[in-house]
């Protein structure tokens, strides 16, 4: 099979890059051909290393309507996989796919989020005028090239379910894999420790990733006594300030057992995921979190959002909570942990491992497969 994915970044680092370029990958290796379409990427050694993919790079979207159009002449696809929504450039060339009649299916990475549509947490103001703008390009631009998708990807159920409140009904379901290298399958998580340490990592984006659900669950543990058997890290990048916002916060709240670290990379992950007993990511919109899948590989148990897509995964493979995103029902979660959920922890922690070790991009990439062809026979 033939298959162009477009999407912005494809070639630079970072979470939907990274994800996409796994499956590019995955792709490749089960025989498919396939093509890249992206801006100008970072990664200037991604090309030599991955034989059977191709790349087109445009330096803006206008200059990669002409290169498209030749391409797809040569390359003929069967398909294309388009990621995210709310991209300038996948407008453009979007219309490039359907006038060459490629029919494409898009996977929107947790953008279709209400709370991701109406509200702007990072270093841009959140302004009425910002968001009346995004929603009238979504309303206007996105949704008919939804519409008009021969299929779209849904990474959770959660994500399905947005998807339906679209009125969009030709949706598949599969999520995102695990990296090879990220499971230890020599792990054995026999018992949390004492205190039970809860981690998170990734871009300190408070509202974003639900820091402060975090911050507001360690208050309640405090303030019923609790705080003595529960220790917190908080380990990522700063995003417009937030680091001072949650040590200012740590004070104000006389939080003890918290801990706030520089990001952590590499090797120097294997020493967080040893004192980790519970990953958390209480996301109030994501698209599969990567800490989170690397956490799984670790056999590490997640406590986790259906907004963030790993909610729904986390349920119903037994390997963690799902949580409501709200400040009363992770405060909840986290009292219920400390005091009386270390009789299934083991267990929780073994089918962490075994969905990391059954969900790798080959599997992905398979199952992808599968969905292409049954796309491509109904047309």
């Keep these: 099979m033939k298959v162009v994915h477009v999407y912005r970044d494809c070639l630079t680092p970072g979470g939907v890059p990274h994800q996409t370029r796994r499956l590019v990958e995955a792709q490749a290796r089960l025989g498919h ?3 890249t ?3 100008a990427g970072e990664d200037s050694t991604y090309h030599s290393r991955r034989p059977g993919v191709s790349h087109l790079q445009a330096s803006n979207a206008l200059h990669g309507v002409h290169a498209l159009r030749r391409v797809l002449k040569s390359f003929r696809p069967d398909l294309a996989h388009v990621s995210a929504v709310l991209i300038p450039s996948h407008r ?6 359907r006038r060459a ?8 990475h947790g953008l ?5 549509m109406s509200t702007r947490f990072n270093a841009r103001a959140a302004s009425r005028h910002r968001i009346r ?4 390009y979504f309303g206007f631009l996105d949704l008919p090239m939804l519409r008009a998708a021969a299929a779209l990807h849904a990474q959770a159920d959660y994500e399905s379910e947005l998807i339906a409140g679209f009125g969009l009904a030709n949706t598949f379901t599969i999520p995102l894999g695990v990296d090879e290298e990220w499971v230890n399958s020599g792990v054995d998580r026999r018992a949390p420790h004492d205190p039970t340490t809860f981690t998170y990592l990734g871009r300190l984006d408070i509202y974003h990733k639900g820091l402060d659900l975090i911050l507001a669950g360690f208050r309640e543990l405090a303030r ?3 705080h003595k058997k529960a220790r917190l890290i908080i380990a990522g990048s700063d995003v417009g300030g937030s680091r001072g916002t949650i040590m200012r916060r740590l004070r104000e709240a006389g939080l003890e057992n918290v801990e ?5 990379w590499g090797g120097d992950k294997e020493v967080l995921w040893k004192e980790t007993d519970y990953f958390l990511s209480v996301f109030r919109y994501a698209g599969m979190a990567r800490a989170t899948a690397e956490a799984l590989g670790q056999g590490i148990p997640v406590v986790a959002s259906r907004e963030g897509n790993w909610g729904d995964w986390v349920r119903r493979h037994d390997m963690g909570f799902c949580v409501e995103a709200d400040e009363r029902s992770v405060a909840d979660l986290l009292c219920r942990i400390v005091t009386d959920e270390s009789t299934r922890y083991v267990a929780r922690a073994k089918n962490a491992l075994s969905f990391a070790c059954s969900h790798s991009w080959q599997w992905v990439a398979a199952e992808m497969t599968t969905a292409y062809e049954r796309l491509l026979a109904r047309r």
């Design 33 to 35: 051909e396939i093509l």
């Design 37 to 39: 379409v992206s801006l």
């Design 92 to 97: 453009v060339w979007i219309p490039v796919l």
């Design 101 to 108: 009649n490629v029919p494409y299916v898009i996977s929107p």
């Design 112 to 116: 279709l989020s209400p709370l991701g």
């Design 133 to 136: 703008l995004k929603k009238a």
């Design 224 to 226: 019923q006594g609790l």
């Design 260 to 264: 706030v670290r520089e990001p952590t």
